[in-house]
């Protein structure tokens, strides 16, 4: 199988991209082409990420760079072949191995104090006034040949339909994550996408709250209201993701969050690293003048997909839910930012927690006894 034909294969397309470059590259290399550095990108619909930039080079191999929405305004961008590329603009050959006029682009000068000899640059149009690019360095002496500039241009119609299969995959992927959030994305991700499709976990269920948020709002406008809910989400969320948790909701100002239990382990694990992070968010946002109530329950619940037969959401759903949500509600009337549930607090060193006694939660038969930090 010659080299386009494999570019086109579904064995190839549906390669990672770090592997798909690494093994295009094998391939070329096995026809004699010259490369000695090589890169296209993929277009993201991320809230952080605006391309991936797949790259292979002899010095550090292929891997994946990752550039956010600030860069498209650069002046490093703008001023770049790459930038001329997104713009739809042709592509074009540039021989290295004299140094390039001072006035041309940046890169071309540093790939010449680097060894090389020649540079190509392509656009690759993924769909109708949608840009990507290639380009294609050597270190060769004299540059490309001809028979290397045919099998170059032999190559851009497989790439295009290959990075644009790629490129959609990156954007429905990024977009589950940023919506659904990680352990949900690759649940749904992996085929589990129709209303009822969901299992039974067992996991150390996450409520938090923002103190004082209603009066905040009443008092202050969208901007700050907006930059002080972010503000609070980024701070949750990033601690919860650190340690294995995934958010599913932003409820309000109230965030539901799961950390799953290991199948074949008693949850000991989960617990301690909700506690953990409960500690290290209830630190951070004293520091940045925000206070919030948290409740932690153990138990199991249903992961899964409900909805209407159009619009769908995906949640956990079940008694533990409902009751980490009294439990974090408890939270003024006890005067303390956290409160645990006992089987939550079973599995944890007992001098880290202290008992604030039991309590009947909104809608339970029975009280319960409750925990928080030493």
């Not at 770090?18 to 090589?38: H, K």
């Not at 990108?41 to 994946?64: F, K, Y």
């Not at 991700?189 to 129709?194: I, T, V």
């Not at 006992?342 to 006694?357: K, M, N, T, Y």
Request: charged residues 20%; hydrophobic residues 40%.
């Amino acid at each position: 199988m010659n080299v386009t034909h494999w570019m086109l294969s579904a064995s190839a397309r549906h390669l990672p991209p770090d592997e798909y470059i690494r093994q295009l590259v094998a391939r070329l290399q096995q026809e004699s082409f010259p490369v000695s550095r090589l890169v296209f990108t993929l277009r993201t619909m991320h809230p952080e990420v605006w391309i991936e930039s797949v790259r292979w080079d002899t010095d550090q191999g292929a891997h994946v760079l990752r550039r956010d929405h600030a860069f498209e305004s650069e002046p490093l961008f703008q001023q770049s072949p790459v930038g001329r590329m997104y713009r739809g603009e042709q592509g074009f050959r540039h021989r290295l191995e004299e140094a390039p006029d001072p006035i041309s682009y940046p890169i071309l000068a540093e790939l010449h104090e680097a060894g090389f000899t020649d540079y190509l640059i392509a656009p690759l149009e993924l769909a109708p006034g949608f840009f990507s690019y290639v380009s294609c360095s050597t270190r060769a002496p004299g540059g490309f040949s001809e028979a290397d500039l045919a099998l170059w241009d032999a190559l851009q119609l497989p790439l295009a339909a290959t990075v644009a299969e790629m490129s959609t995959r990156t954007a429905l992927s990024s977009l589950l994550t940023a919506y659904l959030g990680s352990h949900a994305a690759a649940y749904v991700q992996s085929g589990h996408f129709r209303r009822g499709d969901g299992e039974a976990i067992n996991a150390v269920i996450w409520f938090s709250d923002l103190r004082g948020f209603t009066s905040f709002a009443d008092t202050h406008g969208p901007a700050e209201v907006i930059e002080r809910l972010n503000r609070y989400f980024d701070l949750v969320g990033s601690a919860v993701e650190t340690r294995g948790g995934g958010i599913l909701k932003f409820i309000g100002d109230g965030i539901l969050a799961v950390f799953p239990v290991e199948e074949g382990t008693d949850g000991t694990a989960a617990a301690e690293s909700a506690l953990d992070t409960a500690r290290e968010v209830l630190q951070q946002a004293s520091e940045g003048s925000l206070q919030l109530g948290i409740g932690l329950h153990l138990g199991e619940v249903t992961f899964g997909n409900v909805g209407t037969s159009h619009r769908l959401d995906f949640t956990v759903i079940g008694g533990p839910v409902n009751e980490a949500a009294r439990v974090e509600a408890l939270c003024k009337d006890v005067g303390v930012p956290l409160l645990v549930t006992e089987p939550v607090a079973e599995l944890i060193l007992q001098d880290s927690l202290v008992s604030v006694g039991t309590h009947r939660l909104r809608g339970a038969r029975t009280p319960k006894a409750l925990f928080t930090l030493g």
